[in-house]
């Protein structure tokens, strides 16, 4: 993130750049503490308190998946067992080993969410409606999942599952017995307490 991104973040949070980076208020700091941008031990101390610990599972499947017998939906892999990147672990999520972040393929969730962005799972908080999650669809053949969907969750039905993307607008259904999981994309609000 850069010092400008920063400066809006602490601005809009009413707190300071150094306290987003290394946790210390104004008032804590000695004279002698550096902060910002300002030396490569700066840099190293921010990699500290926000390790890349939190694994990436996802690739882009390349195809769009036919749910309804009408109409294509975008989807992704999800494959729980292999890293393929790592990302910032933010501090409320430091003792939490089963978190997880994928990266954003195609343009279905557009403008929330952008090709290449990666947001980060959290399997165990539920979902409720009006959240942005991660579905996995049930591959019959493996007892694994065979494509996973990042959409946002309108409805949970014993039945189905309602979702949204938004580009092209679009609800549909996807029947209970094809969902394998459901899990929560972690937003800011999460993370800021």
């Known amino acids: 993130m850069g010092i400008e991104a920063y400066q ?4 809009a949070l ?6 987003l980076r290394d946790g210390v208020h104004a008032a804590e700091a000695s004279p002698n503490r550096r902060t910002g941008y300002e030396s ?18 996802g690739t882009a499947l390349g195809a769009e998946l036919d749910l309804n017998g009408d109409e294509l939906v975008e989807s992704h892999i999800v494959e729980l067992t292999e890293a393929i990147d790592w990302v910032r672990r933010p501090p409320l999520l430091a003792r939490r080993s089963d978190v ?3 990266y954003i393929t195609g343009s279905s969730m557009e403008p929330r969410f952008e090709p290449g962005d990666p947001v980060i799972v959290d399997p165990k908080r539920p979902p409720r409606p009006g959240d942005d999650v991660i579905v996995q669809l049930a591959d019959r053949h493996t007892e694994g999942a065979k494509a996973a969907l990042i ?3 309108v409805r949970r039905s014993a039945k189905a599952l309602t979702l949204r993307q938004y580009n092209p607008p679009m609800d549909f259904e996807v029947a209970a017995d094809e969902v394998l999981a459901v899990h929560r994309v972690v937003m800011m609000r999460d993370l800021l307490g």
């Not at 809006?8 to 601005?11: C, F, K, M, S």
């Not at 009413?14 to 306290?19: G, K, L």
């Not at 101390?45 to 890349?52: G, I, K, N, T």
């Open 8 to 11: 809006r973040l602490a601005e």
């Open 14 to 19: 009413e707190t300071t750049v150094s306290y």
């Open 40 to 57: 490569h031990a700066a840099d190293r101390s921010f990699d500290e308190a926000l390790p890349r610990t939190i694994p990436v599972y």
């Open 100 to 102: 997880y972040a994928v």
């Open 151 to 153: 959409k946002r969750l």
